[in-house]
């Protein structure tokens, strides 16, 4: 009995040469995977950049980032209610300083979380 391991493989054809098929795939086998380092590593250098410009968000995990957002907008909705609030309790003019304020500080909110995460720019005082 034989088991097949005498110097032929499955089809019949002796083990010595690789068929052309099988040296062209192997070539185009090496190609792809040198192809996919190069793109690997352009991609870790391009990140290793983006870390290292500064941004202090780059590095924070996602679920951080996104309590991060929720809260300038929700302190934003918070401070304007509160600030109409006391104008409403101040003047008498009840509703409408509520009602000012908490759209002023919906806006307020919204424009501080396009800023956090970097949609709008810093706006600095020249």
């Known amino acids: 009995m034989t088991d097949g391991t005498g110097g032929n ?11 052309a098929d099988e040296t062209a795939l192997s070539e185009r086998l090496t190609r792809l995977n040198q192809q996919l380092s190069d793109v690997r590593k352009s991609r870790g250098e391009q990140a290793g950049r983006s870390d290292e410009q500064g941004n202090p968000t780059a590095s924070a995990s996602a ?7 929720s809260s300038e907008l929700v302190a934003g909705v ?18 409408w300083g509520l009602i000012v304020f908490f ?15 970097g949609v709008a720019p810093e706006r600095t005082l020249d």
């Open 78 to 95: 918070i401070v304007g209610g509160v600030i109409g609030w006391g104008f409403d309790y101040l003047l008498s003019t009840s509703p």
């Open 9 to 19: 493989d499955r089809s019949g054809k002796p083990q010595g040469k690789p068929s």
């Open 103 to 117: 759209l002023l500080g919906f806006a307020a909110g919204v424009i501080n979380v396009m800023r956090a995460a």
């Open 63 to 69: 679920m951080a980032r996104g309590f991060r957002l």
